[in-house]
DNA sequence: AAAGTATGTCGCAAATATACGACATACAAT
DNA sequence: ATTGTATGTCGTATATTTGCGACATACTTT
């Protein structure tokens, strides 16, 4: 296998790693924001409102799915798809604390060994 | 081309994703946490500390600079590697929006048509 | 029951990402 | 000048992502 050696980092930067891939892709970012706007979950709307064929988009929703950051409800014919909002903001947290802690930092002040 | 419709999208979209997509892998995460932590700014001994080869870790620290989300400075034979502080904070806030915007919403109460 | 509609899955082609050895470059030290 | 060290780049193999057409499934409607 001459991939994938996340094994050998931490949980917390695989988990980090793993979201930030699923908004690694526009479509996906636009889909949540698309969630996030319609007050109602809509379905095979996401598809019309996307620059992308049905196929690609349900694929890009099955993964959304995965990490359950979505939740999709069958009802009937159509299927309704919202945000799952309490991982979201888990999630949220998690890229606070990384964002903090790689900002708070001197990070090669004017005293250091470079000029940065 | 069947591949990167990105320009059908936002540039709000693609700017995040393009900054996902470089935290998308935890050995990007764990160098930017590494830079963050150290008071100096390491260079080889980057990849010293991570479980990858110096190539593919040499590999990982341009993608970050491409980004511009660090930077490096030649001192001699030794490269040192900082974190873009500014740049970082920024990113952060287009975070916090997106995600402020993500759990803000009711996204489908009880309400609603669908019941997720 | 038959036809229509909304979704998901499969399979394929092309583009990217990941990982690393081998080589090139540039500076330091002798 | 020659040798050694620290980095970067190139080439290559493999894995994954992206995108979509074609088909399967499930439910609705007539």
Known sequence: MT???TAAFTANQQQLARVAKALAHPARVAIIQLLASKQTCISGDIAAELPLSRTTVSQHLQELK???LIRGEIDGLTV???LNTDLLLQVQQQFTAFFIEATSGAACGPADA???
Chains 1, 2 share one sequence.
Request: proline residues 0%; hydrophobic residues 25%; charged residues 15%.
């Open 66 to 68: 995965t990490l359950d």
């Open 114 to 116: 470079c000029a940065c």
């Open 80 to 82: 309704c798809y919202c």
């Open 3 to 5: 991939y994938a050696k």
